[in-house]
């Protein structure tokens, strides 16, 4: 089975400012990493993953995440910040190998808030 | 929601009632999965589909039941609604195991009073 800790509950940054938003996870199998955002009142929508290959993934909106498997880590960043990144943002973890272990289980979610 | 719709998008039920929220796709995807979010606690699976009539828990199943007779739908029933149950449900669906990542519905928003 796999969990995912996100580190903070909540993030308030300044807009134009850096941030980043953490996450861990724990598996005993290799993994499939993801970042999704929900903006309020609606689903989830896939910012971006992490299959194979290259640690770096860039996403939609200018997000980038970098996965490190020997901290087990899989932080999100952004170089600067708008108002309308405004949202909670999901870390999320799938595992490999057959079984059940394809589900994915997520992070209790980190509030980013952009202040102007 | 790239053709995910889930009905209804709000109700409100009384405590001991049954609920069905359904779920319908259009992509044809063979993965459809529940879950529930609630504030602390972030999605929570409660059952999942891999096909036509298979199905199986996740981690909060007690109370609640699934049905999946047709590909493109899929039932979450609430046998006896208690306000525990009061949560936004969550409909996703996968084309394949794991890499694919999900694609939600918008969800529904259930109070149990």
């Known amino acids: 089975a796999q969990s995912v800790t996100q580190l903070d509950s909540q993030v308030p940054v300044f807009e134009e400012a850096p941030v980043e938003l953490r996450c861990n996870y724990s598996s005993s199998v290799s993994v499939y990493l993801f970042w999704y955002v929900q903006y309020p009142n609606q689903g989830l929508q896939l910012l971006l993953k992490y299959l194979s290959g290259s640690t770096l993934v860039k996403g939609i909106n200018g997000f980038e995440a970098e996965f490190n498997k020997s901290q087990t880590s899989f932080h999100l960043r952004k170089p600067s910040v708008h108002i309308s990144d405004t949202a909670e943002y999901f870390c999320a973890v799938s595992g490999q190998s057959g079984g059940s272990n394809y589900k994915l289980t997520f992070g209790k979610g980190t509030l980013l808030t952009v202040n102007p | 929601d790239a053709g995910i719709t889930q009905s209804p998008r709000h109700k409100v039920t009384e405590t001991g009632t049954p609920v069905t929220l359904r779920c319908h796709q259009t992509e044809n995807h063979r993965y459809m999965y529940w879950y529930r979010q609630d504030p602390g606690h972030g999605l929570r699976l409660i059952h999942y589909?891999?096909?036509?009539?298979?199905?199986d828990k996740g981690e909060v199943s007690d109370g609640y039941s699934v049905s999946r007779s047709k590909t493109e739908d899929f039932l979450l029933t609430l046998e006896s609604a208690t306000s525990s149950q009061t949560s936004v449900y969550f409909c996703a669906i996968s084309e394949s195991k794991g890499a694919s990542g999900y694609t939600f519905g918008s969800g529904t928003r259930l109070t149990v009073v």
């Open positions: 589909s891999y096909g036509v009539k298979d199905t």
